[in-house]
């Protein structure tokens, strides 16, 4: 007998991903469930009973209902953010708090439902610091990295761990001349550092002279590793430029993937390595949400098939 329970995916309207995961979804006969929380309150609703049975009642879209109690699986992409443009300031900022908590501590906490991966464990492992200290346990080799807001100790470091990169810890979304844009990667000399560093947090890291870049994916029990190769410091800048091949998971890579997306509650990863010309492989960051369908067309690998094992429950 086929599983009557839907997939909860959530995500923002123009998700090329999601829209291949729910078509393959689709093809196997699992019902799926769309829903951005960003459209809340206007085309979503939630009516949801603590009770001694647990969390009971169900999510409304325009087109589908959801019973909170009989999500199978629940994929959390990239939703948009709550908005209130008809509200004055102040309650603008109240209501969203209240979505936040609200329709969030409920898709947060549906019971028997596998999450891929749960918002606030998303959340705890987009901290790169917490990422760079797991990783560390975990057993990964890990780059010298300073996080700072002192100049002085920012030039100390870029002076004695030379050559340095500066990344932004978090990449919010600039507008220059109406077009979307964020702080790149780049490499930054003692001299290039100025007192401005004092305005906020900063992470300085040592630049690894490596050969090649590696993506693997981890998809529940699944693994998935493809070596980078071109002549770009940070290679997601430029796709047009990146030559792809699949690898073996290197021994001993396994376990410790496992043990980081274990550390953080993760079912799903996307790990950057570098590889360096001695051939260690250096850790640079787990995304929780990273893109991964591109690689399939680019090598053949099934990760799409991966996915959606993961979400119909088959796997993991």
């Not at 329970?5 to 123009?14: A, D, E, G, I, Y």
Request: aromatic share 10%; glycine share 8%.
């Amino acid at each position: 007998m086929s599983d009557p329970r839907p997939v909860l995916v959530v995500t923002s309207l123009h998700d090329p991903t999601a829209d291949v995961v729910i078509t393959e979804l689709h093809g196997r006969g699992v019902p799926v469930v769309r829903l951005d929380s960003g459209d809340f309150p206007a085309s979503l609703s939630v009516e949801a009973q603590i009770t001694m049975s647990g969390l009971q009642g169900r999510l409304r879209t325009p087109s589908r209902t959801a019973d909170l109690a009989g999500i199978r699986a629940l994929y959390y992409r990239r939703p948009t953010g709550f908005a209130f443009p008809h509200l004055d300031e102040q309650d603008a900022r109240f209501a969203t708090t209240q979505a936040r908590y609200g329709l969030g501590g409920v898709l947060a906490s549906l019971p028997g439902c596998l999450y891929v991966n749960h918002p606030h464990r998303i959340g705890d492992a987009e901290f790169k610091p917490s990422g760079l200290a797991a990783a560390v346990s975990a057993g990964f080799l890990v780059p010298r990295t300073l996080i700072t807001s002192s100049p002085d100790a920012a030039r100390a470091f870029t002076k004695q761990h030379g050559p340095v990169i500066y990344k932004p810890l978090h990449n919010p979304v600039y507008r220059i001349d109406g077009v979307s844009s964020v702080v790149q990667v780049a490499e930054v000399a003692a001299e290039d550092i100025d007192d401005s560093v004092a305005g906020t947090a900063h992470l300085f890291q040592q630049r690894i002279d490596k050969t090649a870049d590696v993506r693997v994916t981890v998809i529940g029990t699944q693994t998935f590793c493809v070596r980078i190769d071109s002549d770009i410091l940070d290679w997601r800048t430029d796709y047009s430029a990146l030559a792809y091949t699949p690898l073996e998971v290197p021994p001993g890579l396994e376990a410790a993937l496992h043990r980081y997306l274990g550390h953080f509650g993760l079912v799903f990863g996307a790990f950057d390595f570098a590889i360096d010309r001695e051939g260690r492989w250096w850790f640079l960051e787990c995304n929780p949400s990273g893109q991964w369908y591109w690689l399939e067309p680019e090598t053949g690998l099934p990760l799409l098939a991966a996915v959606a094992d993961v979400l119909e429950r088959k796997t993991c």
